[in-house]
């Protein structure tokens, strides 16, 4: 059998001097400069274009339209670049689909002045995005940034870095609590899965007990299918037992049609 390829889109928006600085330190090709720096990175069966606009006029309801991920260079000390970048992700926000995006905070000249804690989570509060800290005499990263990236675009899930994925499970438990106190069943189900993700890559024993507290969750909001799959691969009765629900779900919905 073939092995799938994959060819992702990603668009690299902020500082444009430090983004081209971390893309060629992170060993990437640059393959075109033009109104665009192109940027590219194989592995395997994947490849990944980072596109980089250098026109400040450059229409960016467009570009972010149609790339597959966005890596965002924020230099934190400067306040017009967190104006520009708040801008930016309202656009990104707008959009009709998900955009799995990375905010890369980094001063190509300064140490930065607020604390790591309190920028990711800013990000992590705010936005349903990954963010990192990359100061001065910082690792480049850009490799796990891609790994992370791509294992996200391809799943269709959240993106978790797991050098500080630690550090989001209290925030995701208070907004967790926050939404099971509007009865927000879904999206407290969403939070828990994330957790669940978070655990798993960090070999958290405890991670079935977060899945079935998922999966209950979802059941509350009749996501049977949700509810199965995040339980299916260590509780197959009762992911069995949400797959029928979910039947059984539908065909009362088509007798109501049907009546």
């Known amino acids: 059998m073939t092995e799938m390829s994959y060819m992702f889109n990603i668009l690299a928006l902020g500082?444009?001097?430090?983004?081209?600085?971390?893309?060629?330190?992170?060993?990437?090709?640059?393959?075109?400069?033009?109104?665009?720096?192109?940027?590219?990175y194989q592995k395997d069966n994947i490849t990944l274009t980072f596109e980089l606009p250098l026109?400040?006029?450059?229409?960016?309801?467009?570009?972010?339209?149609?790339?597959?991920?966005?890596?965002?260079?924020?230099?934190?000390?400067?306040?017009?670049?967190?104006?520009?970048?708040?801008?930016?992700?309202?656009?990104?926000?707008?959009?009709?689909?998900?955009?799995?995006?990375?905010?890369?905070?980094?001063?190509?000249?300064?140490?930065?002045?607020?604390?790591?804690?309190?920028?990711?989570?800013?990000?992590?509060?705010?936005?349903?995005?990954?963010?990192?800290?990359?100061d001065l005499g910082s690792p480049n990263v850009l490799k796990l940034i891609i790994d992370s990236l791509t294992e996200s675009i391809i799943g269709g899930d959240m993106i978790i870095l797991q050098r500080n994925s630690w550090l989001r499970i209290p925030s995701l438990f208070k907004k967790v609590n926050y939404?099971?106190?509007?009865?927000?069943?879904?999206?407290?189900?969403?939070?828990?899965?994330k957790i669940v993700k978070i655990a798993r890559k960090n070999q958290n024993i405890d991670w079935t007990i977060y899945a079935e507290q998922a999966a209950w969750l979802y059941s509350r909001d009749g996501e049977f299918l949700s509810a199965a799959?995040?339980?299916?691969?260590?509780?197959?009765?009762?992911?069995?037992?949400?797959?029928?629900?979910?039947?059984?779900?539908?065909?009362?919905?088509?007798n109501r049609l049907f009546r």
């Open 55 to 134: 026109n400040v006029n450059a229409d960016y309801d467009n570009l972010i339209s149609m790339c597959d991920g966005i890596l965002y260079f924020l230099n934190p000390n400067s306040e017009s670049e967190i104006e520009i970048f708040k801008e930016i992700m309202k656009i990104i926000q707008g959009m009709k689909r998900n955009i799995h995006t990375i905010v890369l905070f980094r001063d190509k000249n300064n140490v930065i002045d607020k604390s790591a804690n309190e920028l990711l989570e800013w990000i992590w509060s705010d936005y349903p995005f990954e963010a990192c800290i990359s």
């Open 15 to 40: 500082d444009n001097e430090t983004a081209l600085n971390y893309l060629q330190q992170g060993g990437l090709e640059n393959v075109s400069i033009d109104d665009v720096s192109q940027w590219e």
């Open 179 to 193: 939404e099971i106190e509007q009865q927000n069943w879904k999206e407290a189900g969403k939070l828990v899965e």
């Open 229 to 254: 799959k995040i339980i299916a691969s260590f509780n197959p009765v009762f992911s069995d037992r949400f797959r029928k629900m979910h039947v059984d779900q539908l065909i009362s919905q088509g």
